[in-house]
Nanobody, 124 residues
Framework: QVQLVQSGGGAVQAGGSLKIRCKIV????????LGWFRQGPGQEREAVAH????????NHADSVKGRFTTSQNSAENTVYLQMNSLKPEDTAIYYC?????????????????WGQGTQVTVAS
């Protein structure tokens, strides 16, 4: 059974950094796309970033571009979200997600496997 296990995150002052780790356990095959989403208090879940595992191509939402970076360690079947220059508006539960599909741009519905979520809190 495929599982995505998240770790990291936590609480930090504005301007600080945090990192979230997402390990894919027992996948039945290669996950072609890995994504990050977040849901702030009273908000809809939104896309943060995604990564194509084949070539490592990444895309980041405009709201986090230049501050957040997603990367992978293929040997460990793990993806990371490095978050720098954090702002209070980045406060949210962050989720990693994975799909066997080769298109990262299908929205949340394109991702069939999700991590348990990680709280990130940024104090002003």
């Amino acid at each position: 059974q495929v599982q995505l296990v998240q770790s990291g995150g936590g609480a930090v002052q504005a301007g600080g950094s945090l990192k979230i780790r997402c390990k894919i356990v027992e996948s039945a095959g290669r996950m072609y796309c890995l994504g990050w989403f977040r849901q702030g208090p009273g908000q809809e879940r939104e896309a943060v970033a995604h990564l194509y595992t084949g070539g490592g191509l990444t895309n980041h939402a405009d709201s986090v571009k230049g501050r957040f970076t997603t990367s992978q360690n293929s040997a460990e079947n793990t993806v990371y979200l490095q978050m720098n220059s954090l702002k209070p508006e980045d406060t949210a539960i962050y989720y990693c997600a994975a799909t066997y599909l080769r298109d990262c741009n299908l929205g949340q519905g394109g991702f069939g496997y999700w991590g348990q979520g990680t709280q990130v809190t940024v104090a002003s």
